[in-house]
């Protein structure tokens, strides 16, 4: 029989887990909404109780698990630091409780870097040695994979591309800087952008697709793909900045590929060609022709991240 992990892909209104084998095929799968207005001892009580059920029902039974979940994470101790999607969770051990119940090893990391060792041993980074992810969603994620090895850095703390400066006077970050990547090209960052174009009276096709709701990224998006030209510069712009924040990094670790994966891929090369042309041309010496592959394993991603975390955890690495 196929030995296998449950993985769990943790977010601040859903846990999706299911259990994938050794070659990353994901075997079963289920998706909970987790209580809303729980308390964080509640809200560990019922991921713990859902994934042992999972685990029980499963033959023969996984040999680990592993929680991926965005925030600061310390590995080592299986400790949720600082959980921005999910109120209170604040040094909080998760793992503790679900290895007593399940009886195997259980790890927790976070999101961007498990999704950078996701893409390493299952999707577009396999093959590579040194690799550098990207996420790009509502906010943005980063980790590294060095030397075959998923790295965490001293703190665990390794990976967090998104709080990288890169314009000084842009615009402020939740983190309480100002101008730092996620700041200014994320979901977060094109919807403020386009609540910006709306409330200065300039693009009234992203008026007429946004209507009474609130302006979004996709909403930029639709309104540039269908010619508005002040909605389509934004993105262009963002993704001009995206490829100078990755350009620098491809500087400082000189990986075998980068690999993108999340939501805002869907703007596809309005985003994407100027980011390449920026990275690209940043880049020093042969650097230049790090290649920029995407996500190769769609919404399984998160699942497949925790998935390669566990199996890495189990080989002792
Ligand atoms: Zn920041």
Same mark, same amino acid.
């Given at each position: ?14 846990? $999706? ?35 042992? %059920? ?66 390493? %041993? ?16 509502? =906010? ?18 390794? +990976? ?34 386009? $609540? ?7 693009s009234?096709v992203l ?16 309104a540039a793909?269908?010619g508005d030209t002040l909605c389509e510069?934004?993105?262009?712009? =963002? ?8 350009? =620098? ?35 020093? +010496? ?14 399984? =991603? ?16």
């Open positions: 029989m196929t030995q296998t992990v449950l993985a769990a892909d943790f977010g601040g209104t859903h846990l $999706r887990a299911g259990l994938v084998t050794a070659d990353g095929a994901v075997i079963s799968r289920l998706d909970h909404a987790t209580p809303e207005n729980a308390t964080p001892a509640e809200i560990v009580r019922d991921v713990t109780n859902l994934l042992v %059920r999972a685990a029980r029902a499963a033959t023969p039974p996984p040999v680990a698990a592993c929680i991926a979940t965005a925030g600061l994470i310390n590995a080592e101790a299986g400790m949720v630091i600082f959980a921005p999607n999910i109120p209170g969770f604040r040094n909080l051990v998760l793992t503790t409780p679900l290895a007593a119940e399940l009886g195997i090893p259980a790890f927790i990391e976070n999101d961007a870097s498990a999704a950078a060792l996701g893409e390493f %041993r299952f999707g577009a980074g396999r093959g590579c040695r040194d690799l550098l992810h990207a996420t790009l969603g509502t =906010g943005i994620g980063g980790g590294l994979v060095i030397e075959g090895r998923l790295y965490r850095g001293s703190r665990g703390l390794a +990976g967090e591309i998104g709080h990288m400066i890169i314009d000084p006077s842009g615009a402020r970050c939740r983190c309480g800087s100002r101008g730092c990547l996620e700041a200014m090209v994320s979901g977060v960052a094109f919807a403020n952008r386009a $609540r910006i174009l709306l409330d200065a009276g300039k009234e008026r007429e697709i946004v209507g009474y709701g609130e302006p979004t990224a996709a909403a930029l998006h639709r793909q269908v510069a934004e993105i262009r712009h =963002g993704g001009h900045l995206l490829g100078l924040a990755l350009g =620098g990094l491809v500087n400082v670790l000189d990986p075998d590929a980068v690999t993108l994966s999340g939501g805002l891929l869907a703007m596809g090369d309005m985003l994407l060609d100027p980011m390449r042309q920026a990275m690209h041309s940043l880049a020093y +010496g042969a650097a230049a022709g790090t290649p920029v592959k995407l996500s190769t394993l769609g919404d399984d =991603g998160g699942l497949l991240g925790a998935a390669a975390v566990a199996f890495e955890r189990l080989e002792g690495r």
